[in-house]
């Protein structure tokens, strides 16, 4: 008997299962993975992007010539992205400017650039000693205010995920540290060297959300991370925590696709892990939350994975928020000769760019350089066959031939019922096309297309509802002009009627009293006066 989704979904992690597609890749960690975690050194210069990975732009809060301290607001994030960005080091803020901001787009941005003074000061921090015993909400709030988001690329704000499970109930937490990528190590090597900060970082989250249970997912290809997080459970005392080993299948590191090997559930198209009882955090996001909490710091730096053939001495190094790229290169012994191609994120979901004076972002968790040698040759686009490779490597069981004809006759909308917005962009279909059909982009182009379009509607939708408003307010104030015209008109048709009738009766009174009085028979005629009477001559006179 098969049981409802949210009562299997508390089962997750007791057995595992398999999602659709995928791919087996041979993995290059271990040439990042040789060195322990280092710091990288304070630059000349940082540069804080305002403007995030995704979202609408900060408000910056300082003004050149300010001097700011080591994890003070320097900008704020209006709602839905509701957030803070926080000075990375002490200093002074030399110029709010654009700068290339590693953003998807390849477009500059604003961003605050400082001019660090070498004595790393500190604002005043409020580490929260009792947070076990704290009020949840103080905890999501404390999250919200360290400007912590999702580092495992989405960067999606991490209070608003956490609040949205806690309204939902949510019963379970997992960690994701399931990197699938084949270059990047950044959470290995955090799992590795701070593991009692990552098992910190998930009874943090746990609190906060109302998860019942934990559960930190794993390759199983990391022997000795297991050893590391278990050692860590065991010292903090947290049984309950559950360590899961999956397989090496790429994407396994996407959310909704570790989900399902956890579970044996796909998460419904246009809901959320919540809606099933889950809430899905990566490692490094579990980690940063513990040090906003515990140690009142906001999130001013990340572990990056410097990589690939073209960079002659790969490391992990912690990296503070606004390092131009060019420092971790000279750090890890600078470019190889055949250098070609500089990478934000792993070779099937990065993208290239245009120098290394952009800055590290949060969502920077891997520069990779490829040499001549990795980067493919510009081969001929051919047309596509219908083999249908695309549809069975993708975990997001998509029809990408579809989706691509659909985008490449301009069919926004056909595409959108056919589950573009569902595609991960994962590069599965790109690697297996035998027609180097370059699906990926054709999908990133007709999200961004559909996202224009969107607001466009939006936007004549809204000027709709405006005019229509307009002509209902035009219609009632000329009704109400018509009603009082048309009162106006009956008060003086009633004037008009009225003197009418009060003239009709000034005309008859005028002609009864126009009329001569009659005299009755019955009255004595008045007599003449008589000839003899004559006057006397003293009156004649």
């Avoid at 999702?150 to 937490?173: C, E, M, S, Y």
């Avoid at 299948?249 to 559930?265: A, D, H, R, S």
């Amino acid at each position: 008997m098969r049981l409802p989704a949210r009562e299997q979904a508390e089962l997750a992690g007791q057995r595992l299962y398999h999602f659709h597609g995928g791919l087996q890749l041979r993995h290059y960690k271990k040439i990042s993975c040789q060195l322990p975690l280092g710091r990288s050194k304070l630059p000349p210069r940082l540069y804080v992007p305002l403007l995030p990975h995704a979202g609408a732009q900060a408000h910056a809060l300082v003004v050149q010539g300010q001097a700011v301290l080591k994890g003070q607001p320097i900008a704020r994030y209006e709602l839905p992205q509701a957030g803070l960005l926080h000075a990375p080091t002490s200093g002074t803020v030399t110029a709010i400017a654009p700068h290339p901001i590693s953003h998807p787009s390849g477009e500059e941005g604003m961003a605050v650039i400082i001019e660090p003074d070498g004595r790393d000061l500190w604002c005043k921090l409020q580490p929260m000693e009792q947070w076990q015993e704290a009020d949840p909400e103080l905890l999501r709030q404390r999250i919200a205010e360290s400007g912590i988001v999702g580092l495992g690329g989405a960067v999606f704000p991490t209070h608003i995920k956490v609040n949205q499970a806690r309204d939902k109930g949510i019963h379970t937490l997992i960690l994701n540290g399931a990197e699938c990528e084949p270059y990047i190590s950044c959470d290995e090597m955090l799992m590795r060297e701070q593991p009692q900060r990552v098992v910190q970082g998930a009874l943090v989250l746990q609190r906060a959300s109302g998860a019942r249970r934990i559960i930190i997912a794993i390759e199983d290809q990391m022997g000795e991370v297991w050893d590391f997080l278990e050692a860590a459970i065991e010292s903090s005392g947290a049984n309950h925590i559950q360590l899961v080993k999956v397989t090496n299948i790429y994407p396994e590191g996407g959310e909704k696709q570790l989900i399902q090997v956890l579970t044996g559930l796909e998460v419904p198209e246009g809901l959320r892990p919540a809606d099933l009882g889950l809430l899905c955090q990566n490692v490094a996001t579990a980690a940063a939350a513990a040090e906003a909490v515990i140690d009142g710091k906001p999130l001013i730096e990340r572990i990056v994975t410097i990589t690939g053939k073209g960079v002659k001495r790969p490391a992990n190094l912690l990296a503070l928020l606004g390092t131009p790229i060019s420092n971790l290169i000279e750090q890890c012994g600078g470019y190889s000769q055949d250098a070609a191609r500089l990478l934000l994120g792993g070779p099937m979901m990065g993208y290239a760019l245009p120098s290394d004076a952009n800055p590290v972002i949060k969502a920077a968790n891997c520069i990779l350089v490829l040499t001549h040698a990795d980067v493919a040759s510009e081969r001929e686009e051919l047309p596509c066959i219908r083999c249908g490779e695309c549809a069975r490597v993708c975990p997001a069981v998509l029809l990408p031939q579809q989706l691509q004809w659909d985008l490449r006759h301009g069919l926004f909308d056909d595409a959108a019922k056919h589950g573009l917005n569902a595609c991960i962009e994962c590069g599965c279909c790109d690697l297996v096309c035998p027609s180097h059909i370059p699906l990926t982009q054709w999908f990133r182009f007709g999200k961004s297309e559909g996202r224009i379009q969107t607001e466009e509607k939006k936007t004549a939708e809204l000027a709709r509802q405006r005019f229509e408003a307009r002509e209902l307010r035009l219609a009632s104030i000329q009704q109400n002009r018509d009603k009082r015209l048309e009162e106006k008109k009956q008060n003086l048709q009633k004037q008009f009627v009225q003197q009418e009738k009060i003239t009709a009766v000034l005309q008859r009174v005028a002609q009864r009293s126009a009329q001569p009085v009659l005299q009755h028979s019955d009255a004595a005629p008045v007599a003449d006066p008589p000839d003899s009477i004559q006057p006397r001559d003293d009156e004649s006179s």
